[in-house]
């Protein structure tokens, strides 16, 4: 049966209300580092993608600026449960895309719309939209070497056997990031996760910029505040998400901060990704993640 936006509309304020208003089901909770790179991809294909009812959220000011898409690699060092324990195989690699919207009732959200994974138990994901990687390559390096700066490198390369891949190789000088403040839970509740254009902590040497976009950078509006990530497959696939990191924004063409970045190439698209990645994908962000610290329940 063909969902109406009223339909849509309805079910994704149930699931607002439900984050608000009761007690949401941890999950897990992991410490990760990331390298996120924020794209500006065909909006044709974008929108094609994105459940019924939401709509893209763009910035328009501040680092995440003309931004419609992330493409973030992840190293989950350690996945835990609610009990401490191991959750899997403990930790994983995977690369994925995310997108900032608003759902039907004008909420912010962002939407998962799928990845490549090396975690033999982590298809098809919480998601539903994780595929396992046929062939992968993954080296990271820290060299330091005199009194300059240390060089820091990373090599991703992740394809599935339906064609889809993923690949990232970029080397930068090593810097030290800047970490939210946490606020009190009613400020963080009144500000929210603001979208790909809403406030935020400042973040990066941004500053005041920083603060325009700074939610959006790694999907949270601060260390308390949850952020709702939705399947593009099925939107009653959701997470709650609470995070803290320290983010160190390597290059950006809107704020333009000291470039740090000496090598770079990426590539993504074949399989379902073709559209999406249609040679007209443009990188406007480089962001390392140093560290992100991540719990998630199911509202």
């Not at 149930?14 to 990331?34: D, F, G, H």
């Not at 396992?132 to 300059?148: E, L, M, Q, R, W």
């Not at 400020?187 to 040497?205: Q, S, T």
Request: include cysteine; glycine fraction near 12%; charged fraction near 20%.
């Amino acid at each position: 049966m063909t969902k109406t936006p009223v339909a849509v509309a309805f079910a994704a304020a149930l699931l607002c209300t439900a984050v608000s208003a009761s007690a949401q089901i941890p999950v897990e909770s992991a410490m990760e580092t990331r390298f996120q790179l924020d794209l500006q991809v065909n909006t044709a294909a974008l929108k094609a993608m994105l459940p019924e009812g939401f709509t893209s959220s763009v910035a328009a000011q501040g680092p995440a600026k003309d931004a419609n898409v992330r493409l973030i690699f992840v190293d989950r060092l350690t996945v835990n449960g609610p009990d401490g324990k191991p959750v899997g195989n403990g930790s994983s690699r995977f690369a994925y895309f995310v997108a900032p919207a608003k759902d039907a009732s004008g909420a912010n959200a962002q939407v998962v719309l799928g990845g490549i994974t090396t975690d033999s138990l982590g298809t098809p994901g919480p998601f539903g939209n994780f595929l396992a990687a046929k062939n992968v390559s993954i080296t990271t390096k820290s060299t330091t070497d005199g009194p300059g700066p240390t060089i820091d490198s990373q090599d991703w390369t992740l394809e599935a056997a339906t064609g889809e891949k993923l690949e990232l190789h970029v080397e930068y000088e090593h810097g030290s990031g800047n970490r939210p403040v946490p606020r009190p839970e009613s400020a963080a509740g009144a500000a929210g996760f603001a979208g790909a254009g809403g406030a935020g902590p400042a973040v990066g040497a941004e500053g005041a910029a920083g603060a325009a976009g700074g939610a959006a950078r790694g999907g949270g509006g601060g260390a308390n505040a949850a952020t709702l990530y939705y399947s593009a497959k099925d939107i009653t696939m959701v997470q709650s998400v609470k995070q803290e990191q320290v983010l160190d924004i390597l290059r950006n063409v809107t704020t333009n901060p000291k470039d740090r970045v000496r090598k770079f190439s990426f590539k993504c698209g074949g399989g379902s990704y073709a559209k999406l990645c249609d040679g007209t994908e443009k990188p406007l962000s480089w962001d390392n993640i140093l560290w992100n610290n991540r719990t998630i329940s199911k509202p």
